[in-house]
């Protein structure tokens, strides 16, 4: 009787336990995609302060009396030189502070991931344990 009911509660444990890895392999995934797409991000940020250090650095380039223009949709807007250096400034404090934000966010998602990455193996490695004892 108690083999009978071992038996039959065998398949049900080894389902639950595949569910079981199932899920953390899905959510170590997302883990990954969401990696992928921060790093895609970060790529992005660093490409954007390059050139405006490059703005910037041809800016300083430019006399005094020299005009500066800004593209605004379709028109060129005639733009006081000092507040076009500070304005590429302030972009690339911003953009600074958003990639530091970034490194922090990838950062903790790498830990999640090699979190994750230890958990489905430990799971891994008791699920095929396990399906060996009973098999």
């Not at 990954?32 to 895609?40: C, E, L, R, T």
């Not at 028109?75 to 911003?94: F, G, M, P, S, T």
Request: glycine residues 2%.
């Amino acid at each position: 009787m108690a083999a009978a009911a071992a038996s039959s509660s065998t398949p049900a444990a080894v389902r639950e336990m595949q569910r079981d890895l199932e899920s953390q392999a899905n959510a170590l995934s997302k883990i990954q995609k969401d990696i992928s797409k921060n790093h895609q991000v970060r790529k992005q940020y660093t490409i954007q302060v390059g050139e405006n250090e490059l703005v910037l650095k041809e800016l300083e380039l430019v006399n005094d009396e020299a005009n500066v223009y800004k593209l605004i949709g379709p028109v060129l807007v005639k733009q006081d030189l000092a507040e076009a250096k500070a304005n590429v400034k302030k972009r690339i404090e911003y953009i600074s502070a958003e990639l530091k934000r970034m490194d922090r966010a990838l950062k903790d998602l790498e830990e999640k991931q090699n979190s994750k990455k230890e958990s489905v193996c430990s799971s891994s490695c008791y699920y095929f344990w396990f399906y060996w004892q009973v098999s």
